[in-house]
């Protein structure tokens, strides 16, 4: 068994999911006693949330700007400038770039966190992980703060760009495989799993799964889809790292990155890796995934590139060097991968087809 006796383990006390829920920010702030909070965001995020912009401003209180993806060196350097503002708690407002900012500041401060994502493009909106590029060129998944409470706006996530909503299905549903790479982890090499950890990420991916005449443009299965992000990422705080929504699935994405040049999105490639790994699982949910992933559109939102198996070999040689965790790159080799993302490629081009004929 996990022993939790020697670590705390942290979930935001407060989680509002809700239609209108960045509406009662400034309320919870000044109910919190937060007066001297700093703002993390970008302004075309203020741009869109003008009430919150206005408060901001009539009560004079501090913005950093986050005008970059989270680079390390970047980020380590601007530490000291948010530490001299003295803030009693940190807001991050905006998408993966602001959170993963915030929550790195959060964590290296020890400062309160209060997150509103206004994208659901991962579940970082609620995990205690960031994405990090480090100076190699390469990007990892680090350790960092849980916010202490996370307004989720349904009708901001909801207008935000199709490709963002994608996203967060494909990093939502490869939690699929990550279980499967624990479990396998666990039968070859005695890895222990957080039973708790796992149901939670169970839960996050069937939610999706078992959701009714589900559509990208429905603002319950939107609504869904947030929760589902936000119970991926308690399931990592719960496990104490990342096995719970990460595998073989995110060591590709992650080795797409360096091959790509961190040009495509996280959740897209991720997803699309998801059915690879399901597929040479053989697994018993690899079908139902794919008619999901195809009756959404998701595919439709994908760079041809991902679908090159030229590229893929050239992936294949990186991920394994990604991190040291046991998953089903270690049982086949690169032959025998390629073969099947060749036939999964095949059958995720027969059902695009297969779905627009019915369209």
């Not at 970082?124 to 996370?150: E, H, Q, W």
């Not at 999105?265 to 699982?281: E, M, R, S, W």
Request: charged share 20%; with cysteine; glycine share 6%.
């Amino acid at each position: 068994m996990i022993d939790h006796s020697t670590r705390s383990i942290e979930i935001p006390k407060y989680i509002i999911v809700k239609p209108g829920a960045s509406e009662g920010l400034s309320a919870f702030l000044e109910m919190m006693r937060f007066n001297s909070a700093c703002f993390v965001t970008q302004k075309e995020v203020l741009d869109i949330l003008p009430y919150i912009r206005d408060s901001i401003e009539s009560k004079d209180q501090s913005v950093f700007m986050v005008d970059e993806r989270p680079n390390l060196n970047n980020l380590i350097s601007k530490v000291d400038l948010v530490h001299s503002i003295r803030p009693d708690a940190l807001v991050g407002i905006g998408g993966g770039s602001v959170l993963d900012t915030v929550k790195f500041f959060g964590h290296i401060l020890n400062i309160p966190l209060i997150l509103l994502p206004t994208l659901a493009s991962n579940d970082g909106i609620c995990s205690p992980v960031v994405s990090m590029k480090l100076s190699n060129g390469r990007s990892d998944s680090l350790r960092a703060r849980m916010p202490f409470a996370l307004f989720a706006d349904v009708s901001v996530i909801h207008s935000a760009p199709k490709k963002y909503l994608y996203a967060g299905l494909g990093d939502a549903i490869s939690n699929v495989p990550a279980i499967l790479d624990w479990e396998l982890s666990a039968q070859r090499t005695g890895e222990q799993i957080d039973y708790f950890a796992k149901t939670l990420s169970v839960m996050s991916y069937k939610s999706l799964l078992n959701f009714r005449h589900a559509s990208i443009d429905d603002e319950d299965f939107v609504e869904t889809l947030v929760n589902s992000l936000i119970t991926s990422g308690i399931s990592m705080e719960y496990a104490g790292n990342s096995r719970s929504a990460s595998g073989s699935e995110h060591m590709l994405s992650h080795a797409a990155d360096v091959v790509f040049n961190s040009n495509f999105l996280h959740g897209h490639q991720t997803g699309f890796y998801t059915c690879i790994v399901l597929k040479a699982y053989d697994a018993e949910l690899y079908e139902k995934v794919l008619e999901l992933l195809c009756d959404l559109g998701f595919f439709n939102y994908l760079p041809e590139d991902l679908f090159d198996s030229g590229r893929f070999s050239e992936i294949l040689k990186i991920a394994r060097t990604i991190r040291q965790r046991y998953t089903i790159l270690n049982t086949l080799d690169d032959e025998k991968l390629l073969e099947v993302f060749e036939d999964s490629v095949s059958e995720i081009r027969y059902a695009i087809s297969h779905t627009d004929s019915r369209t």
